[in-house]
């Protein structure tokens, strides 16, 4: 059975966002064995003074790090670990101020990470996740499939660049217009949901 990771940023009660991935874990639960990483509850280690400098020090320098400061350490190699184990990883999480949530960035800043998921060459940086797949679910307040919102969708087109760094295909579902179109969000959740049930046909 392959192996799928569900990163979920879904805090809010009631979160659309939540509506869908729990669609997506109602349909394959069967199908695929599932980690789920909720970042509303454990969240990545910032890349504060400390831990960015052992990072650099170990993932950079290429030097062992003492046992104290592997310690230091373990939580966010512990979640570097789970998307190396991924076949196929799930990222649920809303648009928030033009962009990602600052956990869901921070979970970036951690899976992205140097001798695991990339490595440069002398050709550039090359991903090395390769034979993984990944889709982002996404939802938003406003319309951001037409101008002028489409123009300023850092959220989206950042994370398939995130994810396209480590090698890694992926392709999103998104519902966006929720708050907009007030009216029609029921459609625009429904459409999404269909999407979420193609996707699943397609990989398992
Ligand atoms: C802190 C915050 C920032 C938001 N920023 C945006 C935004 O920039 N553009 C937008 O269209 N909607 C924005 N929204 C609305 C959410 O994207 C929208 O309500 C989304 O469906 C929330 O997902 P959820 O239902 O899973 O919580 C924001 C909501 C919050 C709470």
Known sequence: MKNTLIVNYTPRIGSNTKILVDHFTALNKDKTKITVL????????????????????????????SEDEQKRMYHNDKIVQQILDADFIVLA??????????????????????????????TGPKGLCENKQAVLLMTSGGDFNSEPLKNVNFGSPLVATCFGFMGILSESIT??????????????????????????????
Request: glycine share 4%; hydrophobic share 40%; proline share 3%.
């Open 93 to 122: 999480s809303p648009l928030y101020n033009f962009s990602i949530p600052a956990t869901v960035k921070a979970w970036f800043d951690t899976v992205i990470s140097a001798g695991k998921t990339f490595t440069q060459t002398a």
């Open 175 to 204: 519902a966006f217009g929720l708050q907009q179109y007030q009216d029609k969000a029921t459609e625009i959740l429904e459409k999404a949901k269909q999407e979420v049930e193609v996707l699943s046909n397609k990989w398992y």
């Open 38 to 65: 909720d970042l509303a509850k454990t969240a990545p280690d910032l890349l504060l003074e400390e831990n960015l400098n052992l990072y650099v020090k170990r993932n950079f320098g290429g030097v062992d790090l």
